[in-house]
């Protein structure tokens, strides 16, 4: 169970807990922060928008729409990883869950000051 957040949530709150859980609801998102529905929709709006969270309206029904559910989408950005030693270099891409995308690992180049 995620952790309540103290008030006010920012859009970085309501993505840390949606990339925690995996999965979360605009519904769900309110309970646990204490923000109303258009405050939690402004800030997943905003995180939608960034590329940061994806939509799916395959949510589990309870008799009315099912609800979309959201979740934290780890192909909307890159991070470019940098280990620079004397003896060797080695550079990495990541999608934003630290997956390794791409990596190059190797010593100075021929001439450089050690």
Do not use: K
């Amino acid at each position: 169970m995620p952790r309540p957040v103290t008030r006010p949530s920012t859009s970085g709150d309501v993505l840390r807990l949606i990339r925690e859980d995996g999965v979360a609801t605009r519904a769900g998102l309110g309970r646990i922060t204490g923000l109303s529905r258009p405050a939690v929709a402004a800030r997943v709006a905003a995180l939608i928008s960034r590329g940061l969270v994806v939509e799916r309206a395959d949510g589990p029904s309870t008799g009315g729409r099912p609800p979309a559910r959201l979740e934290f989408n780890a192909a909307g950005g890159a991070v470019l990883v940098a280990n620079l030693g004397q003896s060797r270099g080695q550079l990495a891409v990541c999608d934003l869950a630290g997956t390794i995308l791409a990596r190059a690992d190797a010593p100075p180049a021929e001439g450089s000051p050690r």
